[in-house]
């Protein structure tokens, strides 16, 4: 199997994190509620994670990354505690419904949203974002880098902007993270929120949000938190204001070990490497008759994802011969990007998905290129 659908979930995980997540689960106890040696291992395990993920997105204050399941509740957390009715926020046609949804339910509930366009061939024009203002704009969510194109937005001139305006800058980093370089403080961002199973290299079910000191965000859930339990409301201090119930211990122990393969290894390294890859396949693939390529595969400030299309094929189709054929796994359809594809006028068929990560290769790259070339000799079903 080649799997390239690594913007989905990293198959290959480093050794490490699935020995970290096996010995947590028969050491580990539960973060905070009482004193066993068990307990404190689990807080020991769960802080040193907020300090690895710290350094990674430049948050001043471990005790402001906040654990979630992945990066859906986080950013669900973050604008539905940031934004309420009569508020306006603006957002980017590149999101994924991660970020759309929670928007879209925002604005069921009186809050005003308006989107930076994406142009037919998927680029957005940061210029446009001064005629967006309202007096009303409280804030930008964002995604850093396209889960469709692999195109990536300028944080720094981003965070720029939201400064100069008053506004909060809230980065949906799930395909950048452990990917391209974010540092909060010198970038001017808000809220970073991340997943643990792509770019991390970590397992399922971990991710987080960080938080700037001095934002404050409503808590979305309620509950036990193993500390000030005659509290009536959730504590108002991070992280436990945004970490209702018991943490997933297991897991951050296995992301805590990928953070350490990442730190060792280098995220620019890393990047290096998957932009060689992703370059590699594009000359293979880009003057065969009947591709299209979105996006511009043959820049370095990008996310390590190509997206295309065969002439006469659904994408559907076109994944399914990938992986029934060759043995290359690949995402096809609309990949939770509706306006994106929108944009692009490819709604109705849809694109497959190449997406590589750190433990892909050359020879497997040459692989799924000649997989392409074969289909499109071969033509349409």
Known sequence: MIYLDNAATTLRK????????????????????????AALDAGRTVYAAREKLAR?????????????????????????GLYGPGDHVISTDWEHNSVLRPL??????????????AGPDGR???????????????GLVCTHASNLTGEALDLAALGRFTRAHGLTLV????????TLPIDMEAMGIDVVCFTGHKGLLGPQGT?????RPGVEIAPLLSGGTGVQSFLPR??????????????????????????????QTGVERIHAWETALVRRFYRAVRD?????????????????????ELAGWDSSELSDALWTDFGVVTRPGGHCAPRLHQALHTAERGLVRFSWSWYNTQEETDVAAAAVARLAEEGAP
């Not at 879209?104 to 366009?117: I, N």
């Open 14 to 37: 480093p050794p490490a994190v699935a020995r970290a997540v096996t010995a947590a689960l028969g050491s580990l106890g539960n973060c905070g509620r009482d004193l066993s040696e």
């Open 56 to 80: 990674l997105f430049g948050c001043p204050r471990p005790d402001h990354v906040c654990m979630t399941l992945n990066s859906t509740m986080a950013l669900n957390i973050a604008i539905r």
């Open 104 to 117: 879209y339910a925002l604005e069921d509930w009186g809050c005003e949203l308006s989107f930076l366009p």
């Open 124 to 138: 957005i024009d940061l210029a446009a974002l001064e005629g967006l203002v309202r007096p009303n704009t409280r």
């Open 171 to 178: 980065v949906d980093a799930s395909q950048s993270a452990g």
């Open 207 to 211: 991710g987080g949000l960080c938080v």
């Open 234 to 263: 959730q504590p108002a201090a991070y992280p436990t204001r945004l970490e209702a119930g018991t943490l997933n211990g297991h897991g951050i122990a296995g992301l805590s070990a990928a953070l350490d393969f990442l730190e």
């Open 288 to 308: 065969l008759p009947g591709v299209r390529v979105y996006g511009r595969p043959w820049r370095y400030d990008r996310a390590p994802i190509l997206s295309l």
